[in-house]
């Protein structure tokens, strides 16, 4: 069941990109996203939601969510955006995900709903990760090591 959810996500990835692309646009705290082009930032959400099973379920060691995220904070802070606008993104990219997979109604019996619960666990711990990395190459892009 958990496969099922996250084959959901996979699948309507290009349509859940163009609404958190939106709504990052439109949010006051990520107002930063409006610098981006257009089609980059779908681009980069699109990447996240195609990829998000393997990251979730086949990336045991997080070396891709590692490198990935580092890279993101480095080119973003670059980019002019603050630290807040990216950890501010990040959870909002978490809780659309969520909200998705309610929206959808795939979790009406209570076997989808054990399976609901392992998916706000791996959804949790890989946005834990993404927040760490993403921090820690915002720092090391000012020159600073946290490690």
Request: charged residues 30%; without cysteine; hydrophobic residues 40%.
């Amino acid at each position: 069941m958990l496969e099922k959810m996250i084959e959901m996500i996979e699948k309507n990835a290009s349509s859940m990109a163009e609404d958190l692309k939106e709504r990052l646009l439109n949010n006051p705290d990520t107002k930063s996203f409006q610098t981006l082009d257009d089609k980059a930032l779908y681009e980069d959400i699109h990447a996240l939601y195609s990829r998000l099973g393997y990251w979730l379920m086949r990336d045991p060691e997080k070396g891709d969510v590692r490198s990935y995220y580092t890279e993101l904070g480095k080119r973003r802070r670059m980019d002019g955006f603050s630290l807040s606008e990216l950890v501010r993104s990040l959870i909002l990219m978490k809780r659309h995900i969520w909200d998705t997979v309610l929206q959808k109604g795939i979790m009406d019996a209570p076997v989808e709903l054990n399976s609901g619960i392992d998916l706000i666990t791996y959804l949790n711990r890989f946005f834990d990760f993404a927040i760490y990395y993403t921090t820690l190459g915002y720092y090391k892009s000012l020159g600073v090591n946290l490690t």
